[in-house]
Structure formats: structure tokens, C-alpha cells
Nanobody, 118 residues
Framework: QVQLVESGGGLVQPGGSLRLSCAAS????????MGWYRQAPGKQRELVAR???????DYADSVKGRFTISRDTAKNTVYLQMNSLRPEDTAVYFC????????????WGKGALVTVSS
């Protein structure tokens, strides 16, 4: 099993910045991809960004040029640097980890609330 714990959420003004962290523990040797998803009130969960062990990254169109995902393999931690935040970025942000073992398994954190407001 893999456990994911998010941190760094909070309240920020429009145009401000925030950095989220996600620490993985457990059977982390099998993790292939880590990423961030978010869910706003009344909306479905959506992909924000993800990073692959082979080096590639993917971003949602709505955050390209503003958000940056990175990974520290030594600490088993993934980060999401969020700049130029907008009110529409307000959501609960979930950390995700994928393992190709056992037919493919997704693990999820419990979420971190990010509120962008004046």
C-alpha cells in the first residue's frame, strides 16, 4: 500500500503564489507517475498536472504557464508551484500516485484546500 499526505494549502489573494507538497510512504518503489488533481464545488475532479519517472510532464490547459510540477525522488515528494493564482483555481487539490503493478493501481491523498480570494 501507498500513503499520500498533502500539505501547503490555504488562503491566497488573486495573483499570489502557493506551493503544495505531497509526501509518499509505504510501497513507494513501485510508483511510476505522480500528479495533482483538483475538485471545485459543484464540479468533477480534473487533472491539474502530473510528472512521469521518465521525465515527461502534463498540464491542464487552464494552468499552463502558471503552475509547475516537480519531483524529489530522494524525499519521495512531489510539489506543485502555483503562480498567478485566480479565483477559479479555488478547489480541493488531491495528490495522486500510479503504480503499474497488479494491473495498475491509483493511490490518493485526502486533499488540501486552496482558496483564492480577495
Amino acid at each position: 500500500q501507498v500513503q499520500l499526505v498533502e500539505s501547503g494549502g490555504g488562503l491566497v489573494q488573486p495573483g499570489g503564489s502557493l506551493r503544495l507538497s505531497c509526501a509518499a510512504s509505504g510501497s513507494i518503489f513501485s510508483i511510476d507517475v505522480m500528479g495533482w488533481y483538483r475538485q471545485a464545488p459543484g464540479k468533477q475532479r480534473e487533472l491539474v498536472a502530473r510528472i512521469h519517472t521518465i521525465g515527461g510532464t502534463d498540464y491542464a490547459d487552464s494552468v499552463k504557464g502558471r503552475f509547475t510540477i516537480s519531483r524529489d525522488t530522494a524525499k519521495n515528494t512531489v510539489y506543485l508551484q502555483m503562480n498567478s493564482l485566480r479565483p477559479e483555481d479555488t478547489a480541493v487539490y488531491f495528490c495522486n500516485a500510479y503504480s503499474p503493478l497488479y494491473g495498475g493501481v491509483d493511490y490518493w491523498g485526502k486533499g488540501a484546500l486552496v482558496t483564492v480570494s480577495s
